[in-house]
């Protein structure tokens, strides 16, 4: 059964007030930030709900399963402890890049020059765990899957979200656009809108 709208929301709003590993930002800023940062970019609205979305497996995971980074011995695979629960109310070309977005990390490290040496420490510590850089075989078959560019799109702002008190949309927001992209929603969604501005 996948998650709701309005379960979304309420993890994001309460579980997402948690600090973001050892950056100097919330879980829910950093969603922020990295939707903001796609929708500047002129994505479409299914990466930006992507961005938005990207991390959601961290606060899926129960309090036991989450440690300290000092403390981490392997990674928690979070791009994919999501992907049960929102098929069937996203498409694919949201979750696909949930899904890439820490290899396309990987990736990069192969494929960018002085990529890994602008990335965080706390995401360099984390690409450790994630099996670090690819071969060059290894990435060559990642840019061939669907959806790969818009992971390494997704990517970049994921590396670039993470800067205190960041001014960004309000959540509502970007949660009005995935409503957009579930079946049913949008209608909700519409005449919502039009009541706001007294068409109802």
Same mark, same amino acid.
């Given at each position: 059964?996948?998650?709701?709208?309005?379960?979304?929301?309420?993890?994001?709003?309460?579980? *997402?007030?948690?600090?973001?590993?050892?950056?100097?930002?919330?879980?829910?800023?950093?969603?922020?930030?990295?939707?903001?940062?796609?929708?500047?970019? *002129?994505?479409?609205?299914?990466?930006?709900?992507?961005?938005?979305?990207?991390?959601?497996?961290?606060?899926?995971?129960?309090?036991?399963?989450?440690?300290?980074?000092?403390?981490?011995?392997?990674?928690?695979?979070?791009?994919?402890?999501?992907?049960?629960?929102?098929?069937?109310?996203?498409?694919?070309?949201?979750?696909?890049?949930?899904?890439?977005?820490?290899?396309?990390?990987?990736?990069?490290?192969?494929?960018?020059?002085?990529?890994?040496?602008?990335?965080? !420490?706390?995401?360099?510590?984390?690409?450790?765990?994630? *099996? *670090?850089?690819?071969?060059?075989?290894?990435?060559?078959?990642?840019?061939?899957?669907?959806?790969?560019?818009?992971?390494?799109?997704?990517?970049?702002?994921?590396?670039?979200?993470?800067? !205190?008190?960041?001014?960004?949309?309000?959540?509502?927001?970007?949660?009005?656009?995935?409503?957009?992209?579930? !079946?049913?929603?949008?209608?909700?969604?519409?005449?919502?809108?039009?009541?706001?501005?007294?068409?109802?």
């Amino acid at each position: 059964m996948p998650l709701t709208v309005d379960e979304i929301s309420r993890l994001l709003t309460v579980r *997402g007030s948690q600090q973001y590993g050892r950056e100097a930002v919330s879980q829910l800023e950093h969603a922020l930030q990295c939707a903001h940062l796609a929708e500047q970019a *002129g994505e479409t609205p299914h990466t930006v709900v992507a961005a938005l979305l990207h991390d959601l497996g961290h606060l899926l995971a129960t309090e036991r399963d989450q440690q300290a980074d000092d403390e981490q011995k392997q990674d928690d695979l979070h791009q994919f402890i999501a992907i049960p629960f929102l098929r069937g109310l996203l498409p694919d070309a949201v979750l696909e890049p949930i899904r890439m977005h820490v290899d396309a990390k990987r990736c990069l490290c192969t494929t960018e020059l002085g990529y890994w040496d602008k990335l965080s !420490p706390a995401s360099q510590r984390s690409l450790e765990l994630q *099996g *670090g850089a690819m071969t060059l075989a290894q990435a060559q078959a990642f840019m061939a899957q669907p959806f790969a560019h818009e992971a390494l799109r997704l990517r970049r702002c994921d590396d670039l979200a993470k800067t !205190p008190q960041a001014q960004t949309p309000p959540l509502q927001h970007y949660l009005d656009l995935l409503a957009r992209l579930v !079946p049913g929603e949008a209608s909700a969604v519409h005449e919502r809108l039009l009541s706001e501005v007294g068409v109802f």
